[in-house]
């Protein structure tokens, strides 16, 4: 049975948190130290008040081979997301940055009231309605400040991407194809609201992590009193050597807490990923647990999950004529397991296409997903997909 153990309020949690910050002291110490025994690089300075503009646009079409809820056959173009960046440097070490998410509004909203009969607040009833709204709308994923002004060090306050979804999009390379498996699985969120510090390891070793967030994501407000603890390290252990450089190791730890009444409750991640990118290849994978607590009849119930995700990609540039040589292959296998505890609950996820780069800042990639169950009464379904992601 997998255990993921949170340390429980007062001293053991306070030990926690104060081993972590003098970890995290310590890596600004010797980043600081060996920034001043290195000659500083001539760079120029940056401009002030300039705004720069960027933007990405995920452009779907899907058409299920299976029944998902609307008939066999049921296919749909589709605008999945668009995201667009403003950034500025407000000072020599200071910027901030602002991220738009224009998505479809297709959420139920839960809205809790009470009806004035019982003094107690016993009365509060969930009553859940449909959106206002089912067309595309816009929310924030993105607002915060970065201020260097520790060497090799950023210190970042506001909305920000939390420490491990964007590290693992950043080497699986496809978010328009298909989120991470801690995003499509719901473990946390990719932003959230808090403050987080990242160190440059030193020769291009890596880099070290820690935030303080919120806990709710980015679409959702705060509820309770706790802050949910994420520290992450990424290990380059081969940075000078032509080929190995890009090989990385990294791991993380997401301590969370929610109220329940007077109770709190461990929410818990865990995990790491090993890949590596040289010329031509792109190879992944990751493995992840998570520890969930729930109160059943005045007792603390652990759900534990634990899955894994590997990722390859293979492009043509090097073997292939012009214009086959924008072609490429992709690969990607997911299994989670959401309770160890249960009995066939698990799920698996196959993906397989073909990538194309069209032109400059746009990519196209043909593929078929499908989803496979462990349970003997949940049929297998499939998609094909044509998505195509465009940069400006």
């Known amino acids: 049975m997998l255990q993921i153990a949170m340390p429980n309020e007062g001293g053991r949690y306070e030990k926690t948190l104060a081993i972590l910050c003098s970890m995290f002291l310590?890596?600004?110490?010797?980043?600081?130290?060996?920034?001043?025994?290195?000659?500083?690089?001539?760079?120029?300075k940056p401009t002030i008040g300039v705004v720069k503009t960027s933007g990405i646009i995920f452009l779907n079409y899907i058409y299920d081979v299976d029944d998902l809820g609307k008939g066999e056959g049921f296919n749909k173009f589709d605008i999945e997301r668009t995201y667009l960046t403003f950034e500025s440097?407000?000072?020599?070490?200071?910027?901030?940055?602002?991220?738009?998410?224009?998505?479809?509004n297709t959420k139920t909203v839960?809205?809790?009231?009470?009806?004035?009969?019982?003094?107690?607040?016993?009365?509060?009833?969930?009553?859940?309605?449909?959106?206002?709204?089912?067309?595309?709308?816009?929310?924030?994923?993105?607002?915060?400040?970065?201020?260097?002004?520790?060497?090799?060090?950023?210190?970042?306050?506001?909305?920000?991407?939390?420490?491990?979804?964007?590290?693992v999009e950043k080497a699986w390379g496809y978010r328009f194809v298909k989120p991470t498996l801690t995003d499509a699985e719901k473990l946390f969120s990719s932003a959230d609201l808090g403050a987080s510090a990242?160190?440059?390891?030193?020769?291009n070793y890596g880099e070290f992590m820690l935030a303080v967030l919120n806990g709710p994501g980015y679409s959702k407000s705060e509820d309770d009193k706790y802050k949910d603890i994420c520290p992450r390290i990424t290990i380059t252990p081969l940075p000078s050597d032509a080929?190995?450089?890009?090989?990385?190791?990294?791991?993380?730890?997401?301590?969370?807490?929610?109220?329940?009444?007077?109770?709190?409750?461990?929410?818990?991640?865990?995990?790491?990923?090993?890949?590596?990118?040289?010329?031509?290849?792109?190879i992944g994978?990751?493995?992840?647990?998570?520890?969930?607590?729930?109160?059943?009849?005045?007792?603390?119930?652990?759900?534990?999950?634990s899955g894994?995700?590997?990722?390859?990609?293979?492009?043509?540039a090097k073997f292939l004529p012009s214009p086959l040589n924008n072609l490429g292959v992709l690969a990607r296998f997911d299994s989670w397991d959401p309770d160890t505890d249960v009995e066939d609950d698990s799920h698996n996820v196959t993906l397989v296409g073909?990538?194309?780069?069209?032109?400059?800042?746009?990519?196209?990639?043909?593929d078929i997903q499908k989803t496979s169950y462990q349970s003997a009464d949940k049929d297998s379904t499939s998609q094909i997909l044509a998505q195509v992601e465009v940069k400006f």
């Open 26 to 44: 310590f890596s600004i110490l010797i980043s600081a130290s060996y920034s001043a025994d290195t000659k500083p690089s001539e760079t120029a």
């Open 89 to 104: 440097n407000i000072a020599d070490k200071a910027k901030i940055k602002v991220t738009t998410d224009v998505y479809q």
């Open 110 to 167: 839960s809205i809790k009231a009470e009806d004035g009969s019982k003094a107690d607040n016993t009365d509060v009833k969930s009553v859940t309605v449909a959106s206002y709204y089912d067309g595309w709308t816009v929310r924030m994923k993105n607002i915060y400040v970065d201020a260097d002004l520790i060497p090799m060090t950023t210190i970042r306050l506001g909305m920000i991407g939390t420490p491990w979804i964007p590290t």
């Open 198 to 203: 990242i160190v440059k390891i030193p020769q």
């Open 243 to 282: 080929i190995l450089k890009g090989l990385a190791i990294s791991a993380y730890y997401y301590m969370g807490k929610k109220a329940s009444g007077d109770e709190s409750l461990d929410r818990n991640r865990l995990g790491a990923m090993v890949n590596f990118s040289y010329d031509f290849i792109n």
């Open 285 to 305: 994978g990751e493995f992840d647990m998570s520890t969930d607590q729930s109160l059943k009849d005045k007792s603390v119930i652990d759900k534990n999950g």
């Open 308 to 316: 894994f995700s590997a990722f390859g990609e293979v492009k043509f």
């Open 354 to 366: 073909l990538t194309y780069n069209l032109v400059k800042n746009v990519r196209a990639v043909l």
